[in-house]
Each structure stands twice: as C-alpha cells, then as structure tokens.
C-alpha cells in the first residue's frame, strides 16, 4: 500500500488486479486491526476480470472482522478459490452464505474454530460450491453430520477434510463420504468419539486414494487393530496414520505417529499385547 504513494505511476500500478491475485491480510501494513472497512477498501480494488482468488484473514489483526467482511468478500471477488477465516470468531453461518452464493468457484475453505458456524453454512456452502476440495471445520461445536453429509453428496472432488474435535460427528457422515467422495486424500477425525469400525470401515474401503489419516479416539487394542487392518488393506497409498489410543480403558494413552514401513508391525506388537491381556 505505502508503494502507490511513490508516484503516479506506481499509484497506477498497485490498483493493477494483477497485483492482488493473493492477499495475505497478515502481511498488510495498518496501523491497529483489519476491520470490515479495510477488507472493502482492498476488495474493491480487484472487482473485474482477474480478481482476488485467495485471502487470509486467519492472523489476529483480522479478529474484529464479521459477516460483513464476507459480504464485501463476495460481492468484489466472485473468482475467489481459497479462503481462510481460522479464529474468526465473529463469524456466523450468515457470513458463510453470503460468501457461498457469490463465490461458487471456491476451493478451499479454513473456518477452524469459528464457533458460530455450523450445519446451516455448511449446506449452502455445499449447494453452492461443488468445486470444493479443502474444507477445515475443526473445533466448530455446531457442525454434525447434517452440514458435513450435505457436503459429501454435493462435493464429489473433495480431497482434504479436517473436522477435529467435531464431537457430533458419527458414522454417518463416514458411510456418505465413502459413498460420495472417493478421491479423499487427507482426513482428520481427532477428538472425535462417536465414530466406531463401522464408519472407519465403511470410508476407507471406498477412498483408496487416502494419503494421510488422523483418526479419532480408540478405546482398546483389538479396535485398534482392527482400524489399522482395514486402513492398510484398503489404502495403498497410505504415507502417514496417526490416532489415540486408549490401550487400557483406565489409563488414557497419548497421540500415536506412525509412517507406513512401522505400520505393520506396530500393528503386531498390538496384536501381541490383546494376547497378552487375555491370559
């Protein structure tokens, strides 16, 4: 922003859309805090033919903003693909549908912890963007398998889904996602406790393509077994697991890493431990 003020020529320059294909609220030189007037102002800027295609508004600066930032959003970047609001607690499911019915070509979606928004946001998001390929809802309290099953169904190129800590997540949403979306590459289900084998059984049967898995809680050796037999038989792909694992259901056990080459035989010092515990 201080460079338009160089001259008239650089003036020109930085209204150039060109310019603004990425904007990084984080990075933006202000005085104080990102209000919904600051994202007007910078939005307006790009509101032809090249447009603002991502934008960050996840930094701390950003925390005053409200669904009329996203309104500005929407209106002036009808190109947007990817769009971050992680921590932005000001935001509500409103916010969210004035984005979705504008911004129908959007890719990427991070509301992490943006506590007002739930099943309502997620189904416009999901009749509005089926371009959906990333979507971050973790920590989101209101979200369940209404908004998420409505986005599996509509969203069939979604690769990328984190709902960690969605504690009214169940298996549900597992059967729709390995119905519906089979090119699923990453999942994060941590902190997420109504999903059993059946669902974890049920997806990844139908996602070949998964890369990388983080389950949710696992309350004994033989379910855990049991979740990691069905995830390497049914993802070649396989680079990366992690889950929680309650070995004893007195002593709750820490997060467990595990790369692809260990994955077999962890699965066996498992195995071995359930033999244990039965004599």
Avoid at 72 to 83: D, M, T
Avoid at 141 to 156: F, M, N, W, Y
Wanted: charged share 20%; net charge positive.
């Amino acid at each position: 922003m201080n460079a338009s003020f160089v001259c008239r020529k650089w003036n020109t320059l930085c209204k150039d859309a060109q310019f603004w294909r990425m904007v990084n609220f984080s990075k933006y030189n202000i005085n104080g805090n990102i209000t919904d007037n600051v994202i007007k102002t910078v939005t307006t800027r790009c509101s032809n033919a090249w447009g603002i295609r991502s934008v960050d508004l996840s930094s701390e600066i950003c925390s005053p903003i409200t669904d009329k930032a996203l309104r500005h959003v929407a209106k002036y970047c009808p190109y947007l693909e990817q769009l971050s609001l992680a921590r932005r607690t000001n935001i509500s499911d409103g916010g969210i549908k004035s984005l979705a019915s504008k911004c129908q070509k959007l890719k990427k979606l991070n509301i992490d912890n943006c506590n007002k928004v739930g099943d309502s946001g997620l189904k416009t998001l999901a009749s509005k963007c089926p371009q959906l390929e990333t979507l971050i809802v973790s920590r989101c309290k209101h979200v369940s398998d209404k908004g998420l099953t409505a986005i599996a169904r509509s969203c069939a190129n979604l690769r990328v889904l984190n709902i960690a800590g969605c504690r009214s997540v169940s298996d549900k949403t597992m059967l729709v996602l390995g119905q519906y979306c089979p090119n699923l590459q990453e999942i994060n289900l941590k902190d997420t406790n109504q999903i059993t084998i059946y669902g974890i059984e049920n997806l990844f049967r139908n996602t070949p393509r998964m890369t990388h898995i983080t389950l949710g809680i696992i309350r004994d050796s033989e379910s855990t077994i049991a979740a990691l037999q069905i995830i390497v038989e049914h993802c070649q792909l396989l680079q990366f697991v992690t889950f929680q694992h309650f070995r004893n259901p007195r002593v709750q056990g820490g997060v467990r890493k595990i790369n692809k080459k260990k994955l077999a035989p962890f699965i066996n010092s498992l195995r071995a431990c359930v033999v244990a515990q039965n004599f």
